[in-house]
């Protein structure tokens, strides 16, 4: 942090406001004559020269066309004006850069007026300092193709993620806890960062917020439990009661496919279901209840997880980019921060999309049950809002669940089946045509046929809990295959790492020839 206040631009900040930025920032060291970024790549960082000095490079030009020396930095053209770089930057000697990431780059600018005035100026000095030497070219001509990922490298992404899904069959017990902790770490995340930005530090912002977490848990549990020891014996009573009510509409309903299709009344074939459900409404508290009720508590212990898990992600989530950071050649750092970005994007919507989406749904569909009279309307949105997080097999167990209230609180009573199937086609609609798009957007960039693909190979993988993670890890996956593809066939990115390492190895030596 001290190293900074020898930046100018850092000079006049607040102690809390370097602590924030310190944690934000990538230490990099160049030997002398390294590349540190070259011409026409797109740019994905500012650097600050901490110690040491650089050289600006145009294409077929021998001699430096400006220099910069401690205290000054370079970059920032193509994060303010969205074009690729417009020169060649090396290392004059040995040196030691200060690197911020385009997002934090971005977010800064918006949080310290002050900083963003010394860059714009900066940025003025330089566009008149070279603007004699090159013409500047505009963002479209500079901007990067896309690169579409070739056959190989799908089959690569699609083999992974089945691979994943294998691996995280087997430790599920530990996968749900991390989903869970990421969903409550992209929650906090937006509190933690406006708490930092106020004057208190990332540890401090962490352990409050975690400890309201834990606080909210233990009141709910605390709440929750007597009220359950209090209400046991008739939640047990309406359990059963909707499930007989759901057995009655069943036996009504394949009653009426017989009358509807005679060749089925020579089959046992309503008879035969309707006792199945009749028996497993009559011997559920017997033979199932307990099982269930286990099974949740065994699952409590790795469930108590994800506050812990939340707690360290806010915690330690900048120190844990910075650490794997400083372990990538510099050759691919620009590259790498993007990669890190584009996960965490990734992974930040559609997690902050699925909450979003069920929050939207439990608010449209209490409203619906409502007016339509079902109770407990607010409990049955919430819960068939959260099983719409499984694809296919979860609005279907809602809708199930929701018919077998309606049948018994109000039986035969058709308008009302009707209205329900009517609900639920609605809701399906605004999920996949107006919520989705609006909310997660087009972002995981997954063709229609290659989802349908993925639910079908996820399920088969996995069962239930592939399904709900074959999205998700398919478009991580994606990204990271992507990047990295482009990493490892750039052979410019391969060639630049090859001549920094001689350099070093150069450097290494020096003095030790007699």
Request: net charge neutral; hydrophobic share 55%.
């Amino acid at each position: 942090m001290r190293i900074l206040r020898d930046v100018p631009l850092f000079s006049g900040l607040q102690c809390h406001e370097l602590i924030t930025l310190d944690s934000l920032l990538h230490q990099r060291k160049y030997v002398a004559n390294e590349v540190i970024f070259d011409q026409d790549e797109e740019g994905q960082a500012i650097y600050f020269i901490l110690s040491g000095k650089v050289e600006i490079f145009r294409k077929n030009r021998a001699e430096p066309i400006a220099s910069l020396d401690t205290g000054e930095f370079f970059g920032e053209r193509a994060l303010l004006q969205n074009v690729s770089r417009v020169a060649q930057v090396r290392a004059a000697e040995d040196c030691v850069l200060a690197v911020l990431f385009r997002d934090d780059f971005l977010s800064l600018l918006h949080t310290h007026p002050q900083i963003a005035a010394q860059i714009t100026e900066h940025n003025s000095l330089i566009n008149a300092r070279v603007q004699s030497e090159f013409e500047v070219v505009s963002p479209e001509v500079l901007s990067n193709p896309h690169n579409t990922p070739g056959i190989i490298t799908w089959a690569g992404i699609i083999a992974s993620t089945c691979l994943l899904l294998l691996i995280f069959k087997n430790i599920l017990w530990l996968i749900v806890p991390f989903l869970l902790a990421f969903m409550l770490y992209y929650l906090m995340a937006p509190l933690a960062k406006k708490m930092v930005q106020s004057g208190l530090s990332q540890q401090f912002a962490a352990h409050s917020l975690s400890g309201a977490l834990l606080l909210l848990i233990g009141l709910a549990v605390l709440l929750f439990y007597p009220l359950t020891i209090a209400h046991a014996a008739d939640w047990q009573i309406a359990l059963t009661r909707y499930l007989s009510g759901g057995a009655m509409l069943l036996e009504q309903l394949l009653h009426g496919l017989q009358q509807q299709f005679s060749f089925l009344n020579s089959t046992h074939f309503g008879n035969d279901y309707y006792q199945e459900v009749r028996d497993f409404s009559e011997h559920f508290s017997d033979k199932y209840l307990a099982n269930i009720v286990f099974g949740l508590a065994a699952w409590l212990p790795s469930l108590l997880l994800a506050p812990l898990i939340s707690f360290f992600l806010l915690k330690d989530g900048a120190f844990l980019r910075k650490m794997v950071g400083n372990t990538v050649p510099n050759a691919f750092f620009e590259k790498t921060l993007y990669l890190f970005h584009a996960v965490d994007r990734t992974a930040r919507m559609y997690f902050l999309g699925l909450i979003k989406i069920a929050a939207l749904d439990a608010l449209l569909l209490s409203l619906a049950f409502w007016i339509l009279g079902i109770t407990p309307a607010l409990v049955l949105g919430i819960l068939v809002a959260v099983l719409s997080w499984i694809p296919y097999l979860g609005p279907l167990a809602g809708f199930a669940i929701v018919m077998m209230v309606a049948a018994s609180n109000d039986p035969g009573n058709l308008p009302l089946y009707y209205s329900i199937i009517g609900v639920f086609i609605t809701m399906r609609i605004l999920d996949d045509f107006v919520f989705l798009p609006m909310v997660v957007g087009k972002s995981l960039k997954i063709h229609p046929l290659l989802t349908i693909m993925m639910f079908l190979v996820g399920e088969s993988i996995a069962g239930v809990p592939g399904l709900m993670l074959v999205i998700p890890l398919l478009a991580i996956v994606m990204v990271l295959g992507e990047t990295l593809g482009i990493i490892l066939t750039d052979k410019r990115l391969q060639a630049r790492h090859k001549f920094a390492q001689k350099l070093r190895w150069q450097a290494a030596n020096h003095g030790l020839e007699k």
